[in-house]
């Protein structure tokens, strides 16, 4: 198993910047996922990593080994893409065992290896069959089997589940996490998918615009995310953001948006005080940590139902504030939340320990 770490990685694409200053480390036999919106620079920083996209500036190690100028062959990395690449005209056992003979490992380390991968993928029934013959899930498996087969010391996908359905994509993404865990090898898996990223890896890595923006556990990410983009990212339904002035002095502060009042904890408000010199800043707040009454309550803002979204065991309520739509969460099981209608109106308090605050020029979190 090896290590990767890119320091400082610059890649530039005709005269632009595409890969920024990236640096992060992923230990041996670890699931870091790169995360971000298209175009953020994701399959490029892979590319680097493989040896297929030439780094400007900044290193490449894997396993301690600066490979940053070594041809991609000499690597020893395996890729699995969205598109699969399968040969059509070979079976299963055959296109796995073509990376090998074209490595010229000896005929029976090679049934050794595809007999081993097709009882861990659950494809031994499977090996006689093209992939015409497969459904997509199993034709994943093969390409991912294809690349297992190698015994790298480094395995990327780059949007692998991408083109299966939402049923299939639940299955594969707990199954391949389950496959990783097993087989230990150091892997960096691509999504845009903020859902599959927070399912999956046990290391976040977020881009925007060829910039790393936050390293760290799901819950690191999902709790204290570094700046507006990061907490915009992840959340389903994704994070309310709210104009709002801060006023205070001594630690006890309070937030204003509207017809919003928010009273921050001591601790809070001494930090967000310390950190901003303008009054000025961006409210957020997770749908979770909004408040729901029916009745006038002290301290609650009025607001008006929109449009409510039934999802399952949850009820998805967009409400007016103000000037402002926000979205709330509570469960179905609430039977006055769940019989809200059109222009119904309700009270709202924000849980002031679960609020994010932003500052307003910059994004970062404060």
């Known amino acids: 198993m090896s290590d990767v770490r890119l320091q400082n990685v610059r890649v530039v694409y005709g005269g632009r910047d595409v ?9 041996s036999g670890e699931l870091a996922v790169l995360v971000g919106p298209s175009g953020s620079g994701k399959t ?20 301690g080994e600066d490979v940053t100028r070594r041809p991609p062959a000499g690597r020893d990395i ?14 299963v056992r055959q296109n ?3 990376p090998l003979q074209a490595a010229k490992v000896p005929k029976a380390e090679q049934e050794e290896r595809i007999n081993r991968v097709a009882r861990t993928l659950q494809m031994e029934r499977l090996l006689n069959r093209y992939p015409r013959e497969l459904s997509g899930g199993q034709q994943q498996r093969v ?28 299955e594969a993404c707990s199954a391949f996490k389950a496959l990783q865990r097993e087989l ?84 809070i408000g001494r930090r967000v005080l310390a950190a901003t010199s303008s009054p ?18 002290e ?42 209608a059109p222009d119904d109106r309700v009270y709202l308090r924000v849980d002031p320990t679960q609020v994010h605050l932003f500052d307003e020029a910059t994004g970062r979190r404060l």
């Open 78 to 91: 395996a890729m699995v893409f969205q598109n699969l690449a399968l040969y059509p005209h070979m079976t």
């Open 44 to 63: 490029t920083l892979l590319r680097a990593i493989t040896g297929y996209a030439p780094v400007a500036q900044g290193s490449v190690t894997i396993g």
């Open 299 to 340: 301290g609650a803002a009025p607001a008006t139902v929109y449009v409510t979204e039934p999802r399952g065991h949850n009820v998805i309520v967009d409400l007016r504030l103000g000037e402002t739509v926000i979205r709330a969460r509570g469960d179905r099981d609430d039977e006055r939340l769940a019989s809200l």
């Open 19 to 27: 890969v920024r200053d990236v640096s992060f480390a992923v230990g």
């Open 184 to 267: 230990g090898i150091t892997t960096l898996y691509v999504t845009h998918d903020q859902v599959e990223a927070q399912a999956l890896g046990s290391k976040i890595v977020v881009l925007n615009d060829g910039i790393v923006q936050q390293v760290g556990t799901p819950d690191e990410i999902y709790e204290a995310p570094a700046n507006r983009f990061v907490a915009g990212l992840f959340g389903s339904p994704p994070m309310n953001f709210l104009p709002g002035e801060i006023s205070g002095s001594d630690g006890t502060a309070t937030i204003i948006s509207g017809p919003l009042r928010v009273a921050l904890p001591v601790e």
């Open 143 to 170: 390409a991912m089997g294809r690349a297992l087969v190698r015994q790298p010391q480094l395995f990327l996908l780059d949007e692998p589940l991408g083109a299966l359905d939402a049923k299939l994509r639940v």
């Open 96 to 98: 796995w065992a073509f």
């Open 280 to 297: 000025a800043i961006t409210l957020g707040v997770r749908p979770e940590a909004i408040r729901q009454f029916y009745d006038a309550a």
